[in-house]
């Protein structure tokens, strides 16, 4: 099992490194977004973590938490599985905002002032029961819908406190970025049974839980539609 998750972290950090030279394109630059924005909040597994997995009792201490990880751009592991910034560093940046509190490192409304990221390296779409049931072993006990269920923590949060006293001025003030997620889920399926056979029946529950979280089942619905008809009237 342990040498299992080191080779899946190590295959996890590889596609991170991948897409941050990807995202070293990525103009920063000027802000031509129509709106100012408070914060970020963002779903999603290594690729977009940027702290919960350093903290996550199972993943804990992982490989990312040791050099060579953050070494040229952070100058220390910084969480991530990347050595340098994840595409959601440059977002943020882009917007001027400062970095959202990783989900497990914060507490408070306080905390999540400026967002939260609810990305857990490991983390699956589906559920791990789920998973379990269809013959796939996980060991990061995170999926798509704990990730759904912290953001209506954050909210309740920071509806309760001074900062914001509505979802839907929560909403219509943040950017939310659906990171990549899935992926594990195909990996612990092909670790589990070296067939593509199973990792291939998982497609439809993945692209639905996938579907299910964007439009989030919550009581954010109506928030979520607020801004996007003030989208649509912007453009
Ligand atoms: C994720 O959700 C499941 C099911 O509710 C729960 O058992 C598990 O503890 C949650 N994981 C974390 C890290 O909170
Ligand atoms: C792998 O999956 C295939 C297709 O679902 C199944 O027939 C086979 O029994 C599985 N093998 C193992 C070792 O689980």
Do not use: C
């Not at 295959?11 to 977004?33: C, H, I, P, Q, S």
């Not at 759904?148 to 309740?156: A, E, I």
Request: aromatic content about 10%; proline content about 5%.
């Amino acid at each position: 099992m342990e040498q299992l998750s080191r080779a899946l972290v190590a295959l996890l950090a590889l596609v991170a490194a991948a897409e941050a030279a990807a995202a070293a394109d990525f103009d920063g630059g000027d802000d031509v977004l129509p709106f100012h924005y408070d914060r970020v909040f963002s779903f999603g597994d290594s690729l977009t973590d940027t702290g919960n997995a350093a903290i996550l009792p199972a993943t804990a201490g992982g490989p990312f938490s040791r050099a060579p990880y953050g070494e040229t751009y952070f100058h220390h592991p910084s969480g991530r599985a990347s050595d340098g910034r994840l595409i959601i560093d440059f977002i943020v940046e882009s917007l001027g905002l400062p970095q959202p509190t990783p989900y497990l490192a914060g507490e408070t409304a306080e905390d999540f002032r400026h967002g939260a990221n609810f990305a857990v390296g490991g983390a699956t779409a589906l559920d791990p029961a789920f998973l379990k049931s269809k013959g796939v072993t996980t060991f990061v006990p995170v999926s798509l819908s704990n990730e759904t269920t912290w953001l209506n923590n954050v909210f309740h949060l920071l509806a309760s406190s001074a900062y914001e006293q509505s979802n839907t001025n929560i909403m219509a003030s943040s950017v939310v970025y659906f990171g990549e997620i899935g992926v594990n889920d195909y990996i612990f399926a092909l670790f589990s049974n070296r067939t593509a056979e199973l990792a291939v029946s998982l497609v439809p529950d993945i692209v639905a839980v996938t579907r299910s979280a964007l439009t989030v089942k919550t009581d954010l619905h109506d928030s979520i539609n607020t801004l996007t008809s003030s989208f649509t009237s912007n453009q």
